[in-house]
């Protein structure tokens, strides 16, 4: 993987000595070019491209918030939030269709697969409000750290 990234021209070879962690043993050491470093903001930046993996890859993301400058890092929390809502939002469109036709639904209330569909809704929720909690606490730390 060094390879390949040194050889697209995203790092190169650094002077061992300037290392933020040195190792005692023999190791190469490699920074970030200028070329790395747009890519690393494009992939950060990117919110539309692999939605299937949006949580996966916004958690990542997280990790690397502090690179990023604080309008940028707010922009991408919001937009998390927002991607969070409407998870919940369309969870709650299906319960209500539910909820919505009684008369549809009262013949399967007692079947397995009823209840399985229901619980599994009901996780979900539960699973998206948790997500929901975490980013506002993590949108509440970038504000509450001092910016520029």
Avoid at 73 to 79: A, G, M, P, T
Avoid at 118 to 142: A, P
């Amino acid at each position: 993987m060094l390879n390949k990234l040194n050889k697209t021209g995203l790092i190169q070879e650094a002077n061992p000595e300037n290392a933020p962690f040195p190792s005692e043993r023999s190791s190469r050491t490699y920074e970030i070019t200028d070329k790395g470093k747009d890519r690393f903001y494009e992939l950060m930046m990117e919110t539309e491209k692999g939605l299937g993996n949006y949580q996966k890859s916004f958690h990542t993301k997280t990790a690397y918030l502090d690179f990023l400058c604080y309008e940028d890092q707010v922009y991408l929390v919001d937009h998390y939030i927002r991607y969070c809502q409407k998870a919940i939002d369309h969870i709650k469109e299906q319960q209500l269709e539910f909820d919505e036709n009684p008369d549809q639904i009262q013949p399967m209330q007692n079947t397995y697969f009823f209840q399985t569909i229901q619980g599994l809704m009901d996780h979900q929720m539960n699973r998206w409000k948790l997500e929901f909690e975490w980013i506002s606490h993590v949108k509440q730390q970038i504000k509450d750290e001092p910016h520029n």
